[in-house]
């Protein structure tokens, strides 16, 4: 069975850094992009970046670009997420999920259970 | 980069009501095109790909179409446990996604 486990939620002040992590199993961690989407309290889905555990190829959105840090440690099928110096606006609900590329229109087959990180002071 | 839009934003229908959801790129997508569910609390999950091909396990109530820019969700008889908000993704081979704004959809 292919499960994606996340990390457990976390509160942190402004300023502080933070790395989530996203545990694959049941399938070659190494064969599949993993990739992360952020949900902002009552907010829709927005696409973060990719990373291929492999090669640990990476690819960020636009929007994330500088602003987080994707890695991979294939020999523990684990992904991250990380922040170096986190905002008050970083709160909200992360997802790891699984690119199943396949067939060449690639979708999010497999979602981890999402990780709430709330950042306050 | 190519944009998403979803109609409406959230509708509210009777139990067995036919519910259509469309999903407009601003620039021509193919096939490459995901529907999802999230339900309240929950976790997204994956409904259809390929714009028209039902994920396995999903009620065939449920169905897909479109080609291009225009994009259509369709469920054919609203049920209560399909009370979500529904999002359509783009895929382009350079593994830029993008999401659309969301649909909402309620009992009535």
């Known amino acids: 069975e292919v499960q994606l486990v996340q990390s457990g939620a976390e509160v942190k002040k402004p300023g502080e850094s933070l790395k989530i992590s996203c545990k694959g199993s049941g399938y070659s961690f190494t064969s599949y992009w993993i990739g992360w989407v952020r949900q902002m309290p009552g907010k829709g889905l927005e696409w973060m970046g990719i990373i291929y555990p492999g090669d640990s190829d990476t690819r960020y959105s636009p929007s994330f670009q500088g602003q987080v840090t994707i890695s991979a440690d294939k020999s523990i099928s684990t992904a991250y997420l990380q922040w170096s110096s986190l905002k008050a606006s970083d709160t909200a609900m992360y997802y790891c999920a699984r690119l199943n590329d396949v067939v060449v229109a690639a979708s999010l087959d497999y979602w981890g259970q999402g990780t709430l990180v709330t950042v306050s002071s | 980069d190519i944009q998403m839009t979803q109609s409406p934003s959230s509708l509210s229908a009777s139990v067995g009501d036919r519910v259509t959801i469309t999903c407009r790129a601003s620039?021509?997508?193919?096939?490459?095109l995901a529907w999802y569910q999230q339900k309240p609390g929950k976790v997204p999950k994956l409904l259809i790909y390929?714009?028209?091909t039902l994920q396995s396990g999903v009620p065939s109530r449920f169905s897909g179409s479109g080609s291009g820019t225009d994009f259509t969700l369709t469920i054919s008889s609203l049920q209560p446990e399909d009370v979500a908000t529904y999002y359509c993704q783009k895929y382009n081979s350079a593994l830029a996604l993008t999401f659309g704004g969301g649909t909402k959809v309620e009992i009535k």
């Open positions: 620039q021509g997508i193919s096939n490459y």
């Open positions: 390929a714009a028209s």
